[in-house]
């Protein structure tokens, strides 16, 4: 997959969104889950996933 955005544009437009359009960070969160989570049932139901692992890592909404 190539990234669209870098990190830092990322994190500019997620700041955008809540604080000009005023979407609520939680939603913004829950949007990238139910993406990942489409992409990757995808990837398996094709069956071309290979086994392997996944780890969850603090994203920005959860930092202090």
């Known amino acids: 997959m190539i990234?669209?955005?870098s990190r830092a544009q990322m994190r500019a437009f997620d700041k955008h969104a809540i604080h000009h359009c005023h979407v609520?960070?939680?939603v913004l969160?829950?949007?990238a889950g139910r993406g990942a989570a489409?992409?990757?049932s995808a990837i398996i139901e094709a069956g071309s996933a290979a086994p392997s692992g996944a780890a969850a890592l603090p994203g920005h909404a959860a930092r202090p």
Do not use: A, H, K
């Open 3 to 5: 990234p669209v955005l």
């Open 24 to 26: 609520p960070g939680v």
């Open 29 to 31: 969160m829950e949007n």
């Open 38 to 40: 489409d992409v990757i």
